[in-house]
């Protein structure tokens, strides 16, 4: 019995190092800033007065290994620093946006599933047909064109002539439809192969040929028999790449002009403010590890073959 | 090689070439000139692309950007492959705690956050430029070559030949250079494609998020950053870089899909 709690045991143990890891070089980032981070914040003009402080608000006047442990036990506290000038708190205004991101990825997932599972399905089923190579095709260019040309095209298309969605913005249900789209076209090209592969494969399996035997029409051995199982692969890939949308909604929020974290990210790098840099990367970063950790120890709990190992 | 492999190589073929002709193709001054009376205009036969909206030609400006895509790309793919490489068949061939600390712990951390997350970050703080904006991707870029180099590594050490070779006296790195390393090169070659189209969609990536290559030097990226004011009154701004970074990505896409395929007969039967 205590067999699967020691496996959950252990896969929480294997993700300190790793988070451990991410906080280390999160930390050091400020210290591959050319030249004085604090020079360059308090400007050319600045007396030595005002540099200092600058120095001392970046903590960077304290020997290193004590700037390390100042970093770790600010994060404990929920201090991630502030910013020099408005003194807003860095953990606040993070939290105020990542909903908006975490809505904006959910929405994204939404779509690509929706997308991917009857095309790949369609796929698998008529393999070697012109429908399987469209949608090979389909799934090719959604891997291939960035978001940030595809974005512009969707608006231009649904919200400039057909006037069916708003242009950018947060405020109006509707907004979402288009960023959700491009943030997931990547992801439900993805899918829409490992959808096709995986119903490949078990479509050859012999408890298949049974279904069939027993004369169940071919939609319901797809739906009721096939899919079942060959969601599992999916599955993973799902909340592996929950946190690859994080990383994308980067770029898709500087499109649509998205109030979430990626754009605060954004704008933190070009005001010049690191805590706040520091601050976003780490949280999209450990949300990443979590959601991984979080999917592999679904993925045990629900695909027995796995649980006996 | 399938059909999409061999098209996708003359695409690629046909990129590289403008790349390297582009001094003559599209001399500096020619990128640069501007005339705000022409802001705007859309594609004619004179400015087969349009101008931007500083009046200036956006045909000259993508066949210059193909020069940036190219040298970020294939400068990424040599270092992290050559970096990867080393790595990786160091940790394979020697094992023990090298091996441990390398597989067990530095793959897994590089695997467990997003690539690119890492490289908006050291851009962010390096500061952009051509130069970081390689590191970077460099520095996300390897670990996919070293794992795979391992792999191959600890799948062609037990080989006879290998053994023979050490009977004879071959140095490690003798071993590593002349032995593991032809026999590994199939699948980096692969990766290497594969690679090429993720360095070129990460530099475009990072050039719109403007922590590429800095003014007044034209990416494709930049491009349809900088004219986000003009998406909608002149969508050839957007249109004409996006597609080309598609067809660049696509294009090495295919090519490494196609190799995989030829290389691997187990694809095929699928």
Redesign the interface.
Known sequence: MLGPFLAVARRLLFVLPVLWAVVTLVFLLIHIVPGDPARELAGENASQQQYEAVRADLGLDKPLLTQYLNYWKGLFRGDWGQNPVTKQKVLSRISSRYPATIELALAALFFAIVISIPLGVTAATHKGTLIDSLSTLVALLGISLPSFALGPMLILIFSVQLGLTPVSGYREAASIILPAITLGAALSAILTRIVRSSVLEELGEDYVRTARAKGLPERQVIYKHVLKNGMIPVITIVGLQFGVLLAGAIITERVFSWPGIGSLLVDSISERDYKLTQGCILAIAATYVLVNTATDLVYRFFDPRIKLR | MNTAAKAGIVIAAFMLLVAILSPLLAPWDKVQRQDLNARLDRPTMDHLMGRDQLGRDVLARIIYGSRISMLVGISVVAISSILGLALGAFSGYRGGWPDKLVSG?VF??FL???G???A???V????PSIRNLIVALSAIGWVSYARLMRAQVLKVRELDFITAARALGASDFRIMTRHLLPNSIQPLIVQASLGM?GAI?AE??LS????GVPEPIPSW?KM??DSREF??TA?HL??F???M??LA??SF??IGDGLREKLDPKQRA?
């Open positions: 712990f897994n951390v467990s956050f997003p690119i997350l890492l908006i970050a050291m962010a703080f390096l500061g189209a969609l475009a990536g719109f998020l403007g922590l990226g349809i950053d998406w909608f969508p957007f249109i870089p996006g597609i970074i598609a990505v696509l896409n295919f699928r």
